[in-house]
Every structure is written in structure tokens, then in C-alpha cells.
């Protein structure tokens, strides 16, 4: 980890070429190796959240092809916002219309 008072570097986070990672702190600029979390676990919490987010995108291809709940959906859309997008947050916030015709194929680890 290496701390840096480069100008180029005063405002810039993030990761740069997936090589080395750019962070800032109160104390400065502090450059350092990517992480490496393909070993990390996932919790069992996060495998839920996956499985649930996995749902919510069965029911919003659902949604889709039925013109009924399509136009509830398309008559309540935000500015910017789609059908697809719409029944996704309608499922996580448990307000659906209708059940997704089918479970996802895959479970999540």
C-alpha cells in the first residue's frame, strides 16, 4: 500500500486495469493491489438475496408477456423508467401483481 500526493491522483477512486485499486482518505491518496475475492464466501444471506432477485427477474419476463399486468405496470411508470425495471421493484418490495410463471432454472450457491 502506498500513499501518493500526485496531483493526477488528488480526486481519483476506483479501481484502474483491474491491477491496483485508488482510495481516499481523510490523510490522502492511498493506492494499493486489487483484492482478490474470488475465494470470499457468500453468505447465507447473500444467496437468499440472489435467489430473490433471481424471482423478481422470472416475474418481470412474466410481466412482459402478459398485456394485462404490462399496461397496470405502464399506466404507474416513474419518468425514465421501464416495465421491466418497475416489476423488478414491485416484486422486491413484495407489491405484485401476479405470480412469475415459473422459478428460475438455476439455484445460487
Not at 432477485?53 to 416513474?78: C, D, G, H, P, W
Not at 421501464?82 to 401483481?97: L, N, P, R
Amino acid at each position: 500500500m502506498a500513499r501518493s500526493k500526485n496531483l493526477l491522483l488528488h480526486e481519483v477512486r476506483g479501481n484502474i486495469g483491474k491491477q491496483i485499486v485508488v482510495k481516499q482518505y481523510a490523510n490522502g491518496t492511498v493506492i494499493s493491489k486489487m483484492p482478490d475475492m474470488s475465494k470470499a464466501g457468500k453468505t447465507p444471506a447473500q444467496a437468499e438475496a440472489r435467489l430473490k432477485f433471481k424471482m423478481a427477474q422470472a416475474y418481470a419476463k412474466s410481466v412482459l408477456s402478459k398485456t394485462e399486468i404490462r399496461n397496470f405496470y405502464e399506466q404507474n411508470l416513474k419518468p425514465g423508467q421501464t416495465v421491466y425495471h418497475a416489476a423488478i421493484s414491485a416484486y422486491m418490495k413484495g407489491d405484485v401483481q401476479d405470480k412469475p410463471l415459473k422459478s428460475p432454472n438455476k439455484q445460487v450457491k
